[in-house]
T-cell receptor, first 113, second 111 residues
């Protein structure tokens, strides 16, 4: 069975500083990887996804992630955060590009001026 | 506008009183799913449906039922809710080759 580990439950960061959110997964088969963002009192919005091809994936709002198969990681990065990036971020893995998602516990990002 | 809708958005009920949370999508997606979100646990899948009349259990199905009589609708039924089902519930839908789209969530409190 797949599992997803998000190593940080909360990440405080100053505005305009870079941020990295760590995600590791365990799977013995090919995987599809996703990052979702949940703004306060809202549903989940897809930030980016890795299905195949280039291991560096660019998403919305200036976020990017790198798929590292040897380290089974899919870390999310943004070079300069804004106050509006305050949200909870979820890493997820799936056996296919559209089916069941296995989520990590989430990382709460708090951006302060 | 392509979307997944859920109703109600907020619900407070008492133990044992049957309730239904509706989910509807207008994207003609085959796959629909229900998740529950709890602090520190992320989202866990309750039930899913690959198409009309095809449903199956996810990771945490106990205490829940679903049905898929029409492609667009996938209601979640709690026959006898208990306090441990207090949670934030999300419906999602997708089609082959595309990522899942999530509804806005339903916050359920069972007293």
């Amino acid at each position: 069975a797949q599992s997803v580990t998000q190593l940080d439950s909360q990440v405080p960061v100053f505005e305009e500083a870079p941020v990295e959110l760590r995600c590791n997964y365990s799977s013995s088969v090919s995987v599809y990887l996703f990052w979702y963002v949940q703004y306060p009192n809202q549903g989940l919005q897809l930030l980016l996804k890795y299905l195949s091809g280039s291991t560096l994936v660019k998403g919305i709002n200036g976020f990017e992630a790198e798929f590292n198969k040897s380290q089974t990681s899919f870390h999310l990065r943004k070079p300069s955060v804004h106050i509006s990036d305050t949200a909870e971020y979820f890493c997820a893995v799936s056996d296919d590009s559209w089916g069941k998602l296995q989520f990590g516990a989430g990382t709460q990002v708090v951006v302060t001026p | 506008e392509a979307q997944v809708t859920q109703n109600p958005r907020y619900l407070i009920t008492v133990t044992g009183k049957k309730l239904t949370v509706t989910c509807s999508q207008n994207m003609n997606h085959e796959y629909m799913s229900w998740y529950r979100q709890d602090p520190g646990l992320g989202l866990r899948q309750i039930y899913y449906s690959m198409n009309v009349e095809v449903t199956d259990k996810g990771d945490v199905p106990e205490g829940y039922k679903v049905s898929r009589k029409e492609k667009r609708n996938f209601p979640l039924i709690l026959e006898s809710p208990s306090p441990n089902q207090t949670s934030l519930y999300f419906c999602a839908s997708s089609s082959s080759g595309n990522e899942q789209f999530f509804g806005p969530g339903t916050r359920l409190t069972v007293l």
